[in-house]
């Protein structure tokens, strides 16, 4: 395996059985999530993220967070990662791992971001990372339960809306 990728390559992990994912792919991807946080640009809250995101196909993509001086338009690390996988035709992912700088512990992705992983399945695994490569392992799921997904657009609705001016 390469050490380091750069933000346009796509690396694979070997990993044969689809859903469990190795320590050694774990840790893998927390190092990466850890590399691309060093791509970062936030100049305004210092505040690093990267994520680097396991394809079910076992590819790897890498993404960091960007700020912007209009703040809302900036994006999260996940968001971006999730987008260019996307965008290279992935649409089932297997982990997402998360960095941040916080020693003290471990980075969460916000609602946003949970929403947003959530819109490509609920049972797929996040880490949430320190520094020191140590993390937390949770779900989708458990970072949104009860959570609106794709398939509520297609569940029964009522026939009749009232019209209320």
């Known amino acids: 395996m390469a050490g380091t990728q750069s933000n346009s390559e796509v690396m694979h992990i070997e990993d044969r059985d689809i859903k469990h994912v190795s320590k050694e792919t774990v840790a893998k991807l927390i190092q990466l999530s850890h590399e691309a946080k060093k791509q970062a640009y936030c100049p305004y809250s210092k505040f690093r993220v990267g994520a680097a995101l396991l394809t079910l196909d076992n590819s790897v993509h890498t993404g960091c967070n960007v700020e912007n001086a209009c703040y809302n338009l900036g994006m999260c690390a996940e968001r971006n990662v999730i987008a260019k996988a996307v965008s290279e035709g992935h649409q089932r992912f297997k982990a997402i791992a998360i960095a941040s700088d916080m020693s003290d512990q471990f980075i969460s992705p916000c609602g946003g971001c949970r929403q947003f992983m959530r819109e490509f399945g609920s049972n797929w695994d996040v880490y ?29 609705k009522v026939s009749y809306i009232p019209n209320n001016n």
Not at 128 to 155: R, W
Request: hydrophobic share 30%.
């Open 128 to 156: 949430l990372s320190k520094p020191d490569g140590s993390y937390m392992k949770m779900t989708v799921e458990e970072l949104l339960p009860v959570s609106f997904g794709p398939e509520d657009l297609t569940k029964k």
